[in-house]
């Protein structure tokens, strides 16, 4: 089966069957014209930074590159001058804590229309995974209005499937306890995975993993353990939630190009890669009416993957993205470690049902503390050699056991620095 993505970009364009990688970049780049013009003509932040852009000029994704970038620094800094409809008009707006100096929250605006739009990439994108009669459990918060909880139940309710919002995992049984009997379940891989090592015996017939780094050791288990086909999501709060989702083949997110346009670049020049080159994920949102983004580094490294998807899809899809640039954190012997790499290799350790992990950085030595949960006994001299091998990092490790909480909120996985 085709990605369904690949449907809803046609007609969500209206290139029906004159869809191709070339069409839509075309019809992309009309829709990035209307929205420098849109941005310009209504918000501070985009009229001062963009006076001098010519959007005739602005034929090919390559003429972009002249366009300025916005830095997430800039919508920390003032989100209100991104504004570009009346407060009254803002539907929703997503507080969301940054690990800047400054500590500021980085604020985004949303009206109805942009999140009815996330709606509906959401029921196209979640005909990948389930259909008609099927029931889902999402494991993520949704009792307010356009969560993302409540935004999974209206394109679920469209494509006639049923959802119920359970929340996060707080409380692992009783995740574990309201997931019998569901077809698909949607939640963070963190919390997943620690119900699936705690009861191996569930059979929903499809997960759906959302959040921007899926380590592969965690889908692999999963599989496993309950038999079900994993699919992850790419996307962030900017993106509008969702942003691209893997169909059955499993390479590559099929991405909602009708909504937005992204693009590669090189994270030191600021050049756009070539394809199949790996750099920083830059969006451009294409007709978002509370806060358009234009250029927006997402901080996220992947690449393009072009050439037909083995689904029989024709557009260009994002590889697997690789984790955050500023997430990695400078060892003494020169090597990088980040959450998404030390998770790749402790979710693949089968025991471990959870983990929190400290970088301790002292003068002397850099040790890595990490509290594990683990379902019986494990050897930790054993493990922390495992570890410091599959790291490839110079770092002392040290290991304790403990009841970990595989409960993140809204917050992102991360590992915690102590300078002493
Ligand atoms: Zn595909």
Redesign the pocket.
Known sequence: MI?PVQAWVARRTGLKERLTAETLKKWQMEKVKETIEYARGNCRYYAERLQGVDTARLEWVHDMQDIPFTRPEDVVCNPESFLCVPQREVSRIVTLSTSGSSGRPKRIFFTGQDLEKTADFFACGMSTMTQSGEKTLVLMSGATQYSIGDLLQKALSRIGAEAHIHGNVKDVQRAIDAAKGFDCLVGVPAEVIHMARTDGNLRPKSVLLSADYVPESIIKDLVDRWKCRVFTHYGMTETGFGGGVQ?R?GLGY?LRDADLLFEIVDPESGRQAVPGQYGEVVITTLAREAMPLIRYRTGDMARMLTGA???G?ILPRLDKVMGRYANTISLKGGEGLSIHKLDEVMFAVPGIRNYGAKLIVSDRADVLSLTVEAVQDLDSSRLSSYIKTNLACSVDIRISRAQVSPFTGAAKRHICLERR
């Open positions: 990605s169909c083949a099929h998807c083995f689904c899809g």
